[in-house]
């Protein structure tokens, strides 16, 4: 397949000035680029982009892409409490799983994200994975596995059992869809695995020759509940499991101490830096920008929409830019250019496809975020970038590319029939109940009450 | 000018499901509200809102909007560094003051804004507010007057030239746009003001009628300054010279002491919560969730784009509702439901307009923003609410109405036109710098040197 894009334009490497962009693209990888229009041959497939603005394509290291039908139900609870009632009330079917996953990746891709680092559950593993394929997304995977019970939540299976799943799922699905789909292996974090697991899933690793992603620190019970159980850290823990590395995720790495950023530095390890779910159920602030400080890669992620909210991932770096600044009383922490770097190559680097995605460059895979260009709020050349971390939406990407294919061409998703997708969910949506539902009724966990709040006014006319 | 509103649906009183919305429009105002279609009648003009969800027009409670053109320009600076240096480099013509404001208000109207509470600069107010009458959307406007030397800024004007010109500018703009722009009294902040000047301004807002808008309480320094000055803090000085009241919009209020909050309620004052732009300049994060919880009306502000970076008001309507969860480790601080009454009719208290605008209800003005419904992350009932503030974006926006005119529909903007403004502005950019300039040459303020990137790579070939 030989496709040629034409007519963009994209920064260059000081990130002030824009030039045009011209690109061949051989079996899905960049093959050339140019500032001057390349000749237009027979057997070329071209697409013109009409001015568009165009980046490496958006990589979301860290998704449950999943929670799409629990987005909204779970608000008003902490970490603790949020956990436990979405296991009790976010269970899906395989079908519910595989739209739920789906309809998370068309929101994925209307914001501009071509791969997403995705960790699903063991129940609808094959489902989530099918669904992924599907929609399009280059894709890393993980199955959630954990054999020792977190607070009032019992393991899934035990330690055996999670390797087995893992291998098992590994070997169904990485490689799949010419190599756009990679499974990771994906302990659930500390508090829920024993350390056999955690050095089990090192080996598999090494075995199978694949990165690991792994919870890390999210909020200060689980992180007191490993001190207390192992008298160490868990990234401490971590370390002595053998667990950290430059192929090592740890995702949220709220709660660390000094001396815990040096070991993870120590091992070049990675951190995907989650800040809509650790604000909006109150784990902590992320020390995003001291990691960075350290020289630690920090991806960025959208999490499971039931916490975060979204899947749209300009979301999330504009609020690791401002969260930073704002947290630290330090305007110049995370400036844009190093938030570019966390939604591409930092991402790429933490799932798994260092030196194949994140950059617009010969030899990498055709993986491209296309924006509108210019527009009211998207305008000049040297304050561009910081616009762009600060200033975009959803509804200004034009189009999405991986592998060199349209995922969304001039607003409208290709790869999924969007409409029958969206009528389906909402029918999922009236029929059940995806939300805590019954169980508060049980005692805990509680759910905030809805204020009492009308905008619609009862009356129908004056004179009523 | 008679409107009818049709295929719309609204948020009922429980906020957790839908019902279908018709309305009918006479001279701007909310005539009549139904759930079952109305019949079409000779005469009336019909806008099928083709299944769009109905909220009351959302009103920007502050805003800089002259700043647009330096959007991005004034990145890494923190407060004090900031301000100095916005005054030395961003000086614009009347010209380009006019084009910067409609640029924002575009952007303002694009994102579902029907209504904005401007600070303008008295060398260009003509002209800004010139732009907003012709963007149609409805506003109040303050110009800023201070008569007294904060930090290394010096004073514009003295205590009479201050007062004088508000009064001048209230009798030039109060009404204009039949009734559409409203003058408020706009004392800069009082570490920019005197005693004097505050005190004068109130007895202004009494005379004329109007109300009052001030920055208080915005960063550490001017907070301590003022202190310096007086032995007392800026709301005990505010309240000393009989500012605060119902009518009285404190923005930013971020360095609050208790003492302050409790002052703050007993005046039943208001309060613009800026959370972007305190965030990106370091000013702090504000108590908002204490300010409600005192039962403070909280109201949301994008600020100027040269701090702020936005003049999407969703943008600030989600930062708010995280930021008070992770700040304060609450997840049930500011919920959904506050966080619509901050949007909509908190902000609309906040600026003058109570009781004629953020409500759907008969006999309120017909100020309207309509979002695309249902779309993959904007579904279902129960949780909508919740999706509305974390997980909406501009591009969900189908059309804004204010007095029941449409200045978006189907995505198009129709009260200005943008291609023709977006070249103007583009062309600006390119043929002026709109940032610090050299003002940063002469020693201070030092602007964030630029990290070294590249995604654009120089090589054009594999072969290279």
Redesign the interface.
Known sequence: MRIQLTQAV???????RL?P?EMRIVDGVI????ERPLPREEGWQVYELGGGLV??GLVDAHTHLYQ??????Y?????N??LEALIHGYTLSEDEAYDATL?GC??AI??GTTCVSEMTELAFADAAAQAILDSGLRASLAVMVGDQAEGNNPPDMNTHQALAATRSFFERWNGAGWGRLKVLMGPVGLAACTLDLVRGMRALAEELHTQIVTHCAEGPTETEAVRARYGASEVEMLERCGLLGPDCALVHAVWLSERDLQIIANHTGRVVHC??T????????APAAALLKKGIPVALGCDG?AS?????LL?EA??A???A????????AL????V??ML?DYGAEASGWSGKVG?????YRADLTVLRY????L?????????LI??T????VAAVFVDGSPLLWDGHMVSVD?EA??QR??GR??RR?F?PGAYPQKGQPPQ?A?????????????N?
């Open positions: 994209t920064l260059d490497e000081s990130g002030q030039r962009i093959d050339s680029l140019s980046l490496p799409s039908l629990g987005t909204g139900l608000d008003g609870l902490g970490v409490a949020w309809l068309v929101e209307r914001s800040p809509s650790n604000l909006k159920i109150a784990d902590g602030i929409a975060s909210g979204t899947y749209d979301k504009r609020l830019s401002l969260l600044k704002g947290s630290g009383m330090d305007a110049a400036p844009a250019e190093q570019l770097h591409t950059r617009l460059a010969v030899g210019p527009q009211a709020h305008l000049g050349e040297r304050g561009l970038l910081s616009r600060h200033n939406a959803a509804g200004d969007e997708l969206v969910a909402a949506l009236r109940d939300g905030a809805p204020q009492e709040w009308a905008y619609f006014s009862r009356r129908t006319s004056k009523d």
